[in-house]
Nanobody
């Protein structure tokens, strides 16, 4: 059983940056794939980025490419999301997710473990 805890959310002005972190506890996390999703009020949960914890291969939603970077630290068992050039439309609750698989996916049902979420608010 993997437990995920996100941190790093907050209020930032448009054009600013935030770094989210997801700490994992439980079995060997390096055999998992991990991802970030986000959900704005009244909208469906949206894929942001994913990473293979073993090989480090990554994938991104098209709208996040070039602004967001997902990374992992297998020593600390963390997955990070560096967000730059933030826009008001990036405002959402950001969730960390994980699955004991070898290939990452981009839809919520693919992932078995979820954190509680962290709020990101971008002001204009």
């Amino acid at each position: 059983q993997v437990q995920l805890v996100e941190s790093g959310g907050g209020l930032v002005q448009a054009g600013g940056s935030l770094r989210l972190s997801c700490a994992a506890s439980g079995p060997t996390f390096s055999s998992y794939v991990a991802a970030w999703f986000r959900q704005a009020p009244g909208k469906e949960r949206e894929f942001v980025a994913a990473i293979n914890m073993n090989f480090g291969s990554t994938s991104y939603a098209d709208s996040m490419k070039g602004r967001f970077t997902i990374s992992r630290d297998n020593v600390k068992n963390t997955v990070n999301l560096q967000m730059n050039s933030l826009k008001p439309e990036d405002t959402a609750v950001y969730y960390c997710a994980a699955a004991h698989r070898s290939v990452s996916g981009s839809y919520p049902g693919y992932y078995d473990y979820w954190g509680q979420g962290t709020q990101v608010t971008v002001s204009s």
